[in-house]
């Protein structure tokens, strides 16, 4: 059963908010997000934090900016999800806008060199010479990493947000809010938000060096606002004030058509109207498309497809995006099977926590098979799969690689780092966020690892936090319910920690039917209206009458609009 929970809002506020001329439904959303003023719905770039904040900026504006004027090699290094693909190509395409002339990229194998800076990534980066090594989205973990390319004579900077070690790297700059002694009042920006801050700071350095001329215009670096966009809700960062704007002006500029020809390459392959663009496109249309290059092949791919500006060749790499997304959603959805049926089998969601292990599982998708589990049973999962390099004539021996998606109420990356502390031999190395990690572990293992990790989950949650909730707004006006208020609320920016509106409101069921044995479509009604509505990936029957959790969409078939009711949950009225 889940628990579903009304967001409340002070109707002082809320009547504030009215006067100003913001729409009274909008009003009421935002009071209950926290909002009690418009002057925090600002949208102009002027009110974005400043540079400034960050620790290490000064340093690295700096560092950049000898590197640009001495003509050095720089290499940038990325991770291989869209965070990293966009923070890498803002990164290039920053760098080439404010003059460097030797600007290149190296992004890891997911399977052959695994997460971050790794000894093995240096060496590939010292094939091409790099005099300036960058980092994105990844490195404040990579100690030996950053050691063994200063070693070989290499400048490290690191920009990175996930959370930082017992001990820091010997880069000769670190930029990352997240960092010890970091004032920057934002600590959510995403790895392609802490680039783009980099880049703000190395054009102020360049301005003050009097670099620009006539004949060498400063960029505008807003045009990079739509890869910041991407990067950031794909993410899933949480939207504080500085990352709404950041993503609100990227959308804006892709709505009103001036994104680059990935991006709008993208949106294509998508079937998706750039000039509707919204927080949902990002997340779930274009991120999983760029996102499914990591998974599968090489985001070598991905990153082309933004670093382009030929459109034709961009939606030729974009198609072959859609391609490996479809490949990658049948190959969770048999990984997503097979695990469902050793949860039936073996009742492990009974407990605090689920460890998952089958060795034929592809280690790029076992990330979205933990995030689906976990969602269904409400328990921080881990799914794992073998490393590719384990020898099959010797099972049990070599590693396994996990990927873990946690609840709200447990903080993943601090729970490992405890197992951690207590059990050094365990876990030979793991990093993260609060919400989703990575970690490595022996085969042989997997059982202890188990275990232990459900013991220490026990003991940092109470079973009130193992109870599934959903905090809705409340029911809707029927005279709300219509497709010009579903695309208002569509215009707007919603995403983690910023969450779009939810409804709740009972319901007769009058017709149902499946939709490709996985999706749930119905006709739903109230006194007065009737509604289309539909359920993903829920092949159960629903009784005559519920009390569901819905949100308004706008859906669009044939050339014709109307709106329709999206199901998150429901349970018999």
């Known amino acids: 059963m889940?628990?579903?929970?009304?967001?409340?809002?002070?109707?002082?506020?809320?009547?504030?908010?009215?006067?100003?001329?913001?729409?009274?439904?909008?009003?009421?959303?935002?009071?209950?997000?926290?909002?009690?003023?418009?002057?925090?719905?600002?949208?102009?770039?002027?009110?974005?934090?400043?540079?400034?904040?960050?620790?290490?900026?000064?340093?690295?504006?700096?560092?950049?900016?000898?590197?640009?004027?001495?003509?050095?090699?720089?290499?940038?290094?990325?991770?291989?999800?869209?965070?990293?693909?966009?923070?890498?190509?803002?990164?290039?395409?920053a760098l080439c806008m404010l003059g460097a002339r030797d600007v290149h990229y190296f992004v890891p194998d997911r399977v052959v060199h695994g997460y971050g800076l790794s000894p093995s990534v240096v060496a590939e980066v010292a094939r091409l010479e790099a005099d300036i090594l960058i980092t994105v989205d990844n490195g404040i973990a990579s100690v030996e990493g950053v050691a063994a390319a200063q070693a070989l004579g290499m400048t490290v900077l690191v920009t990175d947000h996930h959370l930082a070690g017992d001990t820091l790297p010997t880069a000769e700059v670190i930029v990352n809010p997240n960092q010890p002694g970091c004032s920057f009042e934002s600590k959510h920006l995403a790895g392609v938000g802490v680039m783009f801050y980099v880049a703000l700071a190395l054009r102020a350095e360049l301005r003050r060096r009097n670099w620009f001329t006539a004949e060498r215009a400063e960029p505008n670096l807003a045009t990079l606002l739509d890869l910041v966009a991407l990067g950031t809700v794909a993410d899933v960062v949480k939207l504080d004030p500085n990352n709404r704007l950041l993503v609100r002006q990227g959308i804006a500029r892709m709505r009103a058509g001036r994104m680059h020809a990935g991006i709008r390459a993208l949106f294509g392959a998508a079937g998706r109207d750039p000039a509707r663009a919204s927080t949902f496109d990002m997340g779930f249309a274009l991120g999983p498309r760029l996102n499914a290059a990591g998974r599968l092949s090489d985001m070598r791919l991905g990153i082309e497809c933004l670093l382009t500006d030929d459109y034709a060749r961009a939606f030729n790499i974009a198609q072959e995006l859609d391609k490996l997304n479809r490949e990658r959603r049948e190959i969770e959805t048999e990984m997503r099977d097979a695990a469902l049926a050793t949860l039936d089998a073996t009742h492990i969601d009974e407990g605090p926590a689920i460890s998952l292990f089958e060795p034929e599982w592809h280690q790029g998708v076992v990330g979205i098979v933990a995030g689906r589990i976990k969602d269904q049973a409400h328990r921080p999962t881990i799914a794992f799969a073998r490393a590719r390099e384990n020898d099959n004539d010797n099972l049990g021996t070599g590693e396994i690689k996990g990927s873990g998606r946690s609840i709200p109420a447990l903080h993943l990356r601090d729970a490992l780092d405890l197992i951690t502390k207590r059990h050094p031999d365990l876990i030979l190395k793991f990093g993260g966020h609060a919400m989703a990690a990575g970690l490595t572990i022996r085969e042989r293992d997997f059982a202890r690892f188990r275990q232990i990790f459900a013991d220490t989950v026990a003991e940092l949650l109470t079973p009130a936090?193992?109870?599934?909730?959903?905090?809705?707004?409340?029911?809707?006006?029927?005279?709300?319910?219509?497709?010009?208020?579903?695309?208002?609320?569509?215009?707007?920016?919603?995403?983690?920690?910023?969450?779009?509106?939810?409804?709740?409101?009972?319901?007769?069921?009058?017709?149902?039917?499946?939709?490709?044995?996985?999706?749930?479509?119905?006709t739903l009604s109230k006194p007065g209206a009737v509604f289309e509505a539909?359920?993903?990936?829920?092949?159960?029957?629903?009784?005559?009458?519920?009390?569901?959790?819905?949100?308004?969409?706008?859906?669009?078939?044939?050339?014709?609009?109307?709106?329709?009711?999206?199901?998150?949950?429901?349970?018999?009225?």
């Open 2 to 93: 889940t628990h579903l929970i009304q967001r409340s809002a002070a109707p002082a506020i809320v009547r504030r908010l009215s006067e100003t001329g913001l729409h009274p439904l909008l009003a009421r959303l935002y009071a209950a997000r926290g909002i009690t003023s418009v002057a925090e719905l600002k949208t102009d770039l002027s009110t974005l934090l400043p540079p400034e904040g960050l620790k290490g900026i000064h340093e690295a504006a700096q560092l950049l900016a000898d590197g640009i004027e001495a003509n050095a090699r720089m290499v940038i290094v990325a991770d291989y999800d869209c965070d990293g693909a966009t923070a890498c190509a803002v990164g290039v395409r």
């Open 465 to 522: 936090d193992l109870q599934r909730s959903l905090e809705t707004d409340g029911t809707l006006e029927t005279g709300y319910m219509n497709l010009d208020m579903a695309r208002l609320l569509e215009a707007e920016i919603w995403g983690q920690g910023f969450a779009a509106p939810l409804f709740e409101d009972v319901f007769q069921v009058d017709k149902q039917r499946l939709l490709k044995d996985r999706h749930l479509k119905l």
């Open 534 to 573: 539909i359920r993903f990936n829920c092949a159960e029957s629903v009784p005559p009458r519920i009390r569901a959790a819905y949100r308004l969409s706008s859906n669009e078939y044939q050339g014709v609009a109307s709106v329709q009711l999206m199901l998150e949950y429901f349970e018999p009225a």
